[in-house]
C-alpha cells in the first residue's frame, strides 16, 4: 500500500514551511518530509553563537511576523523557535524522521523512498532540502597524516576547549569569519586562510540593516551593486582581504558585526593571521600556497555547501553553481511538475528570497494539479490510497 498526495515538500527548514503553508492556503494536499527530529534542523544545529544578519523585517516567512521584542537580528535560538511556531500556527502536515534517499519519476507521478524502505508517491514534487545537508570539503592531498583534528564549520558548535590551541580556519564567508573571532576572543591562536577573497561590509548603516539597502538597489545592474558594496566596504578603512573572484554564482559579501564580528579590526592588529589558500596537510600542520609551512592543532573548513539534491541523481540536471537547472526562479527545467524553494541567493538575503518563491513554487504546484486532472483545490480526501 502507497500513500498517495497531491504534492510532498521534501525539507522542513525555511523554505520547506514557506512552501507549505502556501500550499495550505491553496488547498493543496500534501505532506512535509523532515529527515531531522524537528522543524528547522538545520538551525538547531549550527553553532551557539549565530546570530541572522539579515533584519528581522525581511527575513520572516510569509504570513508570520517575528513576535515584538525580537532582536532585530534574530540569534539563532529565536529564528529556530520562530521555525517551531510557523509550523505550529499553520498546524503544518510535517513527518520528522523522515529521510528520503531516493526520488524516481515513474509514468505521471513522483515516487519518493525514504531510509526506512517506506515509498510514498505524489503528482508534484518541491525540493527543499537547502546546502546545509551537503557540506563541501575540498580535497586537499595529505589530510590522512595530518595528526591533528579536522572538521567543517557544520560540526563547529562553540569555543569550548580551544583555548591556547593553533587554530587554521579556512575559508572567507560569513561562517569563516564568525568563527574566527568567536576562538581567538576565546584564546586561540587564529590564522585564516583565503583562497579567493571577498567584500567586508558592516552589518547595519546607521542603524539601517545592509540587506535592507540591498532590497532597495537589487533592481540595479549586478557590476553597479558590486561596485557600491567595495565603496560600502572601505567606510571601514582599506582592504584587508583579497577582492573576491568574479563567479557566476552569488557571492555574498562578509558581513561584519560592529559588536559581534570584527575581522577586519583582528585582522589588522594581527589577532588573526591571514594566510593564503591551503595546498596540503603535512603531519603536524599545512602547507599554504607560498610554500610556506606552520604547524596547527585544529583546522576548521568553512569552505562552504552544496545544494543538497543526491537523491534526484539521474533526473535532473544542474546549473553551474549546482542547484536545479529552472525557469521562473523555482520551476524544473528538467521535468514536469517539479519545484526547488531555497535555490536563489543573493545580498537580500536567502529567507527573503525564500518568502518570494514558496508561494511562486505553490501557483506553480497548484498549476500542475489542474492542468493534470485536478478540477478544485481543497476538496479532495485527505488522503488516496493504492
Ligand atoms: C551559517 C548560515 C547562516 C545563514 N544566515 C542567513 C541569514 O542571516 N539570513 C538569510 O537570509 N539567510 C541566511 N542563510 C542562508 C539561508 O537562508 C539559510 O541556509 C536557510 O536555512 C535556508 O533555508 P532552507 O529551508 O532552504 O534550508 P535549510 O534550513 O537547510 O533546511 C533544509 C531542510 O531540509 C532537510 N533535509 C535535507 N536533506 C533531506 C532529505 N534527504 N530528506 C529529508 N529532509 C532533508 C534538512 O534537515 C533541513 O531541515 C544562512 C546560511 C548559513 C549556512
Given at each position: 500500500?502507497?500513500?498517495?498526495?497531491?504534492?510532498?515538500?521534501?525539507?522542513?527548514?525555511?523554505?520547506?514551511?514557506?512552501?507549505?503553508?502556501?500550499?495550505?492556503?491553496?488547498?493543496?494536499?500534501?505532506?512535509?518530509?523532515?529527515?531531522?527530529?524537528?522543524?528547522?534542523?538545520?538551525?538547531?544545529?549550527?553553532?551557539?553563537?549565530?546570530?541572522?544578519?539579515?533584519?528581522?523585517?525581511?527575513?520572516?516567512?510569509?504570513?508570520?511576523?517575528?513576535?515584538?521584542?525580537?532582536?532585530?537580528?534574530?540569534?539563532?535560538?529565536?529564528?529556530?523557535?520562530?521555525?517551531?511556531?510557523?509550523?505550529?500556527?499553520?498546524?503544518?502536515?510535517?513527518?520528522?524522521?523522515?529521510?528520503?534517499?531516493?526520488?524516481?519519476?515513474?509514468?505521471?507521478?513522483?515516487?519518493?523512498?525514504?531510509?526506512?524502505?517506506?515509498?510514498?508517491?505524489?503528482?508534484?514534487?518541491?525540493?527543499a532540502t537547502g546546502i546545509v545537508a551537503n557540506p563541501y570539503l575540498p580535497e586537499i592531498?595529505?589530510?590522512?597524516?595530518?595528526?591533528?583534528?579536522?572538521?567543517?564549520?557544520?560540526?563547529?558548535?562553540?569555543?569550548?576547549?580551544?583555548?591556547?590551541?593553533?587554530?587554521?580556519?579556512?575559508?572567507?564567508?560569513?561562517?569563516?569569519?564568525?568563527?574566527?573571532?568567536?576562538?581567538?576572543?576565546?584564546?586561540?591562536?587564529?590564522?585564516?586562510?583565503?583562497?579567493?577573497?571577498?567584500?567586508?561590509?558592516?552589518?547595519?548603516?546607521?542603524?539601517?540593516?545592509?540587506?535592507?539597502?540591498?532590497?532597495?538597489?537589487?533592481?540595479?545592474?549586478?557590476?553597479?551593486?558590486?561596485?557600491?558594496?567595495?565603496?560600502?566596504?572601505?567606510?571601514?578603512?582599506?582592504?584587508?582581504?583579497?577582492?573576491?573572484?568574479?563567479?557566476?554564482?552569488?557571492?555574498?559579501?562578509?558581513?561584519?558585526?560592529?559588536?559581534?564580528l570584527a575581522l577586519a579590526e583582528a585582522l589588522r592588529a594581527r589577532t588573526i593571521h591571514?594566510?593564503?589558500?591551503?595546498?596540503?596537510?603535512?603531519?603536524?600542520?599545512?602547507?599554504?600556497?607560498?610554500?610556506?609551512?606552520?604547524?596547527?592543532?585544529?583546522?576548521?573548513?568553512?569552505?562552504?555547501?552544496?545544494?543538497?539534491?543526491?537523491?534526484?541523481?539521474?533526473?535532473?540536471?544542474?546549473?553551474?553553481?549546482?542547484?536545479?537547472?529552472?525557469?521562473?526562479?523555482?520551476?524544473?527545467?528538467?521535468?514536469?511538475?517539479?519545484?526547488?524553494?531555497?535555490?536563489?541567493?543573493?545580498?537580500?538575503?536567502?529567507?527573503?528570497?525564500?518568502?518570494?518563491?514558496?508561494?511562486?513554487?505553490?501557483?506553480?504546484?497548484?498549476?500542475?494539479?489542474?492542468?493534470?486532472?485536478?478540477?478544485?483545490?481543497?476538496?479532495?480526501?485527505?488522503?488516496?490510497?493504492?
Open positions: 500500500m502507497i500513500r498517495s498526495y497531491e504534492a510532498i515538500v521534501v525539507g522542513a527548514g525555511p523554505a520547506g514551511l514557506a512552501t507549505s503553508r502556501e500550499l495550505a492556503r491553496a488547498g493543496v494536499e500534501h505532506r512535509v518530509l523532515e529527515r531531522g527530529d524537528q522543524v528547522g534542523y538545520t538551525w538547531a544545529n549550527l553553532y551557539d553563537s549565530l546570530a541572522l544578519h539579515t533584519g528581522r523585517h525581511l527575513s520572516a516567512l510569509p504570513g508570520l511576523a517575528f513576535p515584538s521584542g525580537t532582536p532585530l537580528f534574530p540569534p539563532r535560538r529565536d529564528f529556530l523557535d520562530y521555525l517551531h511556531r510557523y509550523a505550529s500556527t499553520f498546524n503544518l502536515p510535517i513527518d520528522t524522521s523522515s529521510d528520503v534517499r531516493k526520488i524516481e519519476r515513474r509514468d505521471d507521478r513522483w515516487a519518493v523512498r525514504l531510509r526506512t524502505g517506506t515509498t510514498l508517491e505524489a503528482r508534484t514534487l518541491v525540493v592531498p595529505g589530510r590522512d597524516r595530518f595528526t591533528g583534528r579536522v572538521m567543517h564549520s557544520v560540526d563547529y558548535r562553540r569555543p569550548a576547549g580551544m583555548k591556547g590551541k593553533r587554530v587554521l580556519v579556512v575559508g572567507a564567508g560569513n561562517s569563516a569569519g564568525e568563527i574566527s573571532v568567536e576562538l581567538a576572543r576565546a584564546g586561540a591562536d587564529v590564522t585564516l586562510a583565503v583562497r579567493t577573497g571577498a567584500t567586508i561590509v558592516p552589518r547595519e548603516i546607521l542603524g539601517i540593516p545592509i540587506q535592507y539597502l540591498s532590497v532597495i538597489l537589487h533592481p540595479l545592474p549586478r557590476t553597479l551593486v558590486q561596485h557600491l558594496t567595495t565603496a560600502v566596504g572601505r567606510l571601514r578603512g582599506p582592504r584587508v582581504l583579497p577582492l573576491p573572484a568574479r563567479t557566476l554564482c552569488p557571492k555574498v559579501p562578509l558581513i561584519e558585526n560592529r559588536r559581534g591571514l594566510q593564503g589558500g591551503l595546498t596540503a596537510f603535512t603531519a603536524a600542520g599545512v602547507c599554504f600556497s607560498d610554500g610556506t609551512e606552520q604547524p596547527f592543532d585544529e583546522v576548521v573548513l568553512a569552505t562552504g555547501f552544496r545544494a543538497a539534491l543526491g537523491f534526484l541523481d539521474g533526473e535532473i540536471t544542474r546549473d553551474p553553481c549546482g542547484f536545479g537547472r529552472r525557469r521562473d526562479r523555482v520551476v524544473s527545467l528538467d521535468r514536469p511538475n517539479l519545484c526547488f524553494v531555497g535555490h536563489n541567493y543573493d545580498t537580500r538575503g536567502g529567507l527573503y528570497n525564500i518568502s518570494i518563491d514558496g508561494a511562486r513554487a505553490a501557483r506553480e504546484v497548484t498549476r500542475a494539479l489542474r492542468d493534470t486532472g485536478r478540477t478544485s483545490t481543497g476538496t479532495r480526501p485527505a488522503r488516496s490510497e493504492r
